[in-house]
Nanobody, 127 residues
Framework: QVQLVESGGGLVQAGDSLRLSCAAS????????MGWFRQAPGKEREFVAV????????YYADSVKGRFAVSRDNAKNTVYLQMNSLQPEDTAAYYC????????????????????WGKGTLVTVSS
């Protein structure tokens, strides 16, 4: 069982930056790949970024590539999402999630590949 708690969301202006954090409970954090997803009002939850168990491999959605960076600190049981050059279309609730199904996650970028979810943190970008 893994419990995840996101933080760092807020209201920012277009062009600003935010760093989201996701703190995980338990001693097995380093055995999980971690993903970030987001859900805008009225839309389905979508893939944003993923990082492998040891942090060596990352993948991003095309919409955030070059602006967002995912990282993790296994000693602190925490995964981060650095978001730069934020735009109004980045407005959404952001969720972190954990999985041991790396191949499924990177192949599908699907919410169905994740095993545990946080409750989300809201990011609002004004124009």
């Amino acid at each position: 069982q893994v419990q995840l708690v996101e933080s760092g969301g807020g209201l920012v202006q277009a062009g600003d930056s935010l760093r989201l954090s996701c703190a995980a409970s338990g001693r097995t954090f380093s055995t999980y790949a971690m993903g970030w997803f987001r859900q805008a009002p009225g839309k389905e939850r979508e893939f944003v970024a993923v990082i492998s168990e040891g942090g060596q491999n990352t993948y991003y959605a095309d919409s955030v590539k070059g602006r967002f960076a995912v990282s993790r600190d296994n000693a602190k049981n925490t995964v981060y999402l650095q978001m730069n050059s934020l735009q109004p279309e980045d407005t959404a609730a952001y969720y972190c999630a954990a999985t041991r199904r790396w191949t499924l996650l990177t192949g599908t970028k699907s919410t169905g590949a994740m095993d545990y979810w946080g409750k989300g943190t809201l990011v609002t970008v004004s124009s």
